[in-house]
T-cell receptor, first 115, second 111 residues
Framework: NAGVTQTPKFQVLKTGQSMTLQCAQD?????MSWYRQDPGMGLRLIHY???????DQGEVPNGYNVSRSTTEDFPLRLLSAAPSQTSVYFC??????????????FGAGTRLSVL | TQLLEQSPQFLSIQEGENLTVYCNSS?????LQWYRQEPGEGPVLLVT?????EVKKLKRLTFQFGDARKDSSLHITAAQPGDTGLYLC???????????FGTGTRLQVFP
């Protein structure tokens, strides 16, 4: 059981480059989220999805796009990378709150540096 | 703007001491969770509290949800080096079901 898989684990970009952070889960979870983690800031919600075809903005959505074409995948796109996007990115998934255990599972993270 | 503020931000103590971490907000949450994160890994869920005033115990860890569902605390009794890590609270909002994380408390327990 792979759980939540994020790729790549590390990435270095130049300012202005674009890239996609991949996230896949094999637990048939409806809810998926992207967070970024910066020192002293905990985790901040970027975008989230409550099911295939449905996405919404979190606390810090600017500069990021998402789509949810399947239940399993929830990619995060950086259209034009900026140094302010240097961070550790975490993808997470869970069942809909109220359905069974209210547990959010996290991937191992993607460490992104924008030069 | 961070909806959930944690205090203290850093805590460095000796093995055997007790400690309390606080998680405060002006918002009301349908539930609140506590996570622990090790370096290089994602957060792992410790507990979920749902009812205002609820107290849950997990071995030496005691979690409390405020009566007004706006705040929570984590108390560790007789801390051990294995308790070292980043502790994060997270509240689920009523209207959008978002899970919003706190600012985090980094705990270091020395032998």
């Amino acid at each position: 059981n792979a759980g939540v898989t994020q790729t790549p684990k590390f990435q270095v970009l130049k300012t202005g480059q674009s890239m996609t952070l991949q996230c896949a889960q094999d637990m048939n979870h409806e809810y998926m989220s992207w967070y970024r983690q910066d020192p002293g800031m905990g985790l901040r919600l970027i975008h989230y999805s409550v099911g295939a075809g449905i996405t919404d903005q979190g606390e810090v959505p600017n500069g990021y796009n998402v789509s949810r074409s399947t239940t399993e995948d929830f990619p995060l796109r950086l259209l034009s990378a900026a140094p302010s996007q240097t961070s550790v990115y975490f993808c997470a998934s869970s069942y809909r709150p109220g359905q069974g255990k209210n547990i959010q599972y996290f991937g191992a993270g993607t460490r992104l540096s924008v030069l | 703007t961070q909806l959930l503020e944690q205090s203290p931000q850093f805590l460095s103590i000796q093995e055997g001491e007790n400690l309390t971490v606080y998680c405060n907000s002006s918002s009301v949450f349908s539930s609140l969770q506590w996570y622990r994160q090790e370096p290089g890994e994602g957060p792992v869920l410790l507990v979920t509290v749902v009812t205002g005033g609820e107290v849950k115990k997990l071995k030496r860890l005691t979690f409390q949800f405020g009566d007004a569902r706006k705040d929570s605390s984590l108390h560790i009794t007789a801390a051990q080096p294995g308790d070292t890590g980043l502790y994060l609270c997270a509240g689920r909002t009523y209207n959008t079901d978002k899970l919003i994380f706190g600012t985090g408390t980094r705990l270091q327990v020395f032998p």
